[in-house]
């Protein structure tokens, strides 16, 4: 059984940044396909980043050149770099693993 424990949300000002993370039990990380997603109110949860087990990754439009997605295998963890955030960008945010486990989710807000 795999756990994702994501932390490092918050309040931020538009402009700022923020580091997710997402930690993950077992021993299928190193080998898996990592992705964050997002859910703001009212609307479907929407793909923000994914990372491959050897470290390909891709982005959806709207966070391209502000987000970056990277992985330590060695400790079972994903990130997720947020730079330049906007009130659009508030959400929940989601990590998942083969979009099989997924983590509780940690809140990002984007306000003055």
């Known amino acids: 059984q795999v756990q994702l424990v994501e932390s490092g949300g918050g309040l931020v000002q538009p402009g700022g940044s923020l580091r997710l993370s997402c930690a993950a039990s077992?021993?299928?990380?190193?080998?898996?396909?990592m992705g964050w997603y997002r859910q703001a109110p009212g609307k479907q949860r929407e793909l923000v980043a994914y990372i491959t087990s050897d470290a390909r990754s891709d982005y959806t439009d709207s966070v391209k050149g502000r987000f970056t997605i990277s992985r330590d295998n060695a400790k079972n963890t994903v990130y997720l770099q947020m730079n330049s955030l906007k009130p659009e960008d508030t959400a929940v945010y989601y990590c998942?693993?083969?979009?099989?486990?997924w983590g509780q989710g940690t809140q990002v807000t984007v306000s003055s």
């Open positions: 077992g021993s299928i990380f190193s080998t898996s396909i």
């Open positions: 998942s693993l083969n979009l099989v486990y």
